[in-house]
């Protein structure tokens, strides 16, 4: 592999970035895959190749005899919880097992402490500067469950300025009207506030914290795998 190629890998990999790398099956030629097309590659190949990268599969692509072997290094998606209560605890076991990258934002230090969340990643800035500083992106799911607006509103807003590809929030139905007057007030336009899953979690008459953690995490797979979901009408 060359310098070049490598350290653009190297890169991509330290900014949380996604990369594909394209193998000519015959000459060992290697590219990395964007727009537009390298030099010396079928632009038909090339657009057989992204169409493949963008279904985050790896495998072979082919056009007549030319085959890559197209390899996605896709980093690992992220859920950033704002709220180091009770709930939080199982949620963050359930999306590590599910390999998610999982920050837990609270400035409360008594409940964001590693002794309740050993090996997950603690943020004690409120969380609008958190939030700020995660860089939120388009593989980051962020679910708020304090109940405090002070902690939530934040959060919230600045979640749905970002390409986050889940935002949810904790509460009743009656709790997430309230919620969305005072973001209104705020000046969050209705096409951003309809982002925002509320209740969060898919209705499976959970009661426990492990079941509505259970039930959160199910959603957010749901929107992962899926993609995002018609709104649930009011409880």
Known sequence: ?????????????ADNRPAVLATDLDGGEQYLLDDPCPPGMDPELHREALARAARGKSGVASRGERQLFVHVLSPRPRLVIVGAVHIAQGLAQMAMMHDYEVVIVDPRKGFASPERFAGVRLVTEWPDRALQELKLDGRTAVVTLTHEPKLDDPALTRALASEAFFVGA???????????????????EEAALARIRGPVGLPLGSITPAEIATSIMAEIVQWRRRGPQPARAPA
């Open 1 to 13: 592999m060359k310098r070049a190629l490598l350290d653009a890998l190297i890169a991509a990999h």
């Open 170 to 188: 904790l509460g009743s139905t009656r709790t997430q009207h309230k919620r969305l007057e005072r973001l209104r007030q705020h000046g969050l």
